[in-house]
Every structure is written in C-alpha cells, then in structure tokens.
Nanobody, 122 residues
Framework: QVQLVESGGGLVQPGGSLRLSCTAS????????MGWYRQAPGKQRELVAGITSEGSTNYADSVKGRFTISRDDAKNTVYLQMKSLMPEDTADYYC????????????????WGQGTQVTVSS
C-alpha cells in the first residue's frame, strides 16, 4: 500500500519561499506520476502541480512561474518549491500519486493524508 507523507510547511511572509516534500513508502515512486494539491480554508481542494514519471510537469495557472515541482526517485521523494508566496497560497498541501499524463481532479481521490500546512502572512 502506498503511503505518502507531506512535510515542509510553515509560516512564511509574503514574498518568501518554502519547499515542500512528499516522501513515499510501500512503493517505488518512479513508477508513478505525482501531484500536489491544496485546500485553503473554506475552499474546495484544488490541483497545484503534477509531474509524470518521465518528468513532464504541469501547473495551475495561479502558481505558474512561482512554483516548481520536481522529483528525486532515488530518495522516493517529490518536492514543491514555492517562491514569491502570497497570502492566497495559504492552504493545507497534499501529495497524491496517479497514472497518466494529467493529474486527476481532487474528487477522484477518496482518501487524503494529513498534508502540510502553509501559512503566508506578515
């Protein structure tokens, strides 16, 4: 069974940076595409970024140019580098695995991990 643990969240000022990590156990990550999702307070969960097993990436329009998803299969870990953070990036961030080129919409997943909380505030 695939287990994914998110980490790296915290409190950061607007304009700051954070790097989130998602480490997998119970599987070999390189077989999967991986996605980052987030849920802001009072809002629906949304896709942030995805990366295929070959390294192709896609991003939500709201984070293009600011966030970078990457993977280190040797460490069984996927990262989300976030720069120029804005208050509207405040959310709980989650990672999920999938097959294919396009990350599924959040409604396709029944279960979610604990996530990691990101708060952007001065």
């Amino acid at each position: 069974q695939v287990q994914l643990v998110e980490s790296g969240g915290g409190l950061v000022q607007p304009g700051g940076s954070l790097r989130l990590s998602c480490t997998a156990s119970g599987t070999i990550l390189r077989f999967y595409a991986m996605g980052w999702y987030r849920q802001a307070p009072g809002k629906q969960r949304e896709l942030v970024a995805g990366i295929t097993s070959e390294g192709s990436t896609n991003y939500a329009d709201s984070v293009k140019g600011r966030f970078t998803i990457s993977r280190d299969d040797a460490k069984n870990t996927v990262y989300l580098q976030m720069k120029s953070l804005m208050p509207e990036d405040t959310a709980d961030y989650y990672c999920k695995h999938y097959f294919g080129l396009v990350p599924p919409p959040p409604r396709e997943y029944k279960y979610w991990g604990q996530g990691t909380q990101v708060t952007v505030s001065s």
